[in-house]
């Protein structure tokens, strides 16, 4: 089992910058991936950015020149950095993980509320 919390979320106006942060705990695999997803209301969660163990980054288009992935090894925790927001990146985001060998999303957390005023 892992567990993954959330923190960060907030309210903030366009053109403003977040960081989310998500401490991972438990069975945390040596191979792994970990990430965003976010959920707009009315709409299908979708992809933000992930990275794995070995550092490797991917990001959705519409984020990937304003928001950038890393992660603290020793503190497993993951973090978005997220600048330059835009009314249309309001959602509630989830931290995710699975292990390498997987495709699916074994684990989530609480999620946390991202709104950008315009």
């Known amino acids: 089992q892992v567990q993954l919390v959330e923190s960060g979320g907030g309210l903030v106006q366009t053109g403003g910058s977040l960081r989310l942060s998500c401490a991972a705990s438990?069975?945390?695999?040596?191979?792994?991936?970990m990430g965003w997803y976010r959920q707009a209301p009315g709409k299908q969660r979708e992809l933000v950015a992930t990275?794995?163990?070995?550092?490797?980054?991917n990001y959705a288009p519409s984020v990937k020149a304003r928001f950038t992935i890393s992660k603290d090894n020793a503190k497993n925790t993951v973090y978005l950095q997220m600048n330059s927001l835009k009314p249309e990146d309001t959602a509630v985001y989830y931290c995710?993980?699975?292990?390498?060998?997987?495709?699916?999303?074994?684990?989530w957390g609480q999620g946390t509320q991202v709104t950008v005023s315009s």
């Open positions: 995710a993980f699975r292990r390498i060998t997987t495709v699916q999303v074994e684990y």
């Open positions: 990275i794995t163990s070995g550092g490797s980054r």
């Open positions: 438990g069975s945390i695999f040596r191979q792994y991936a």
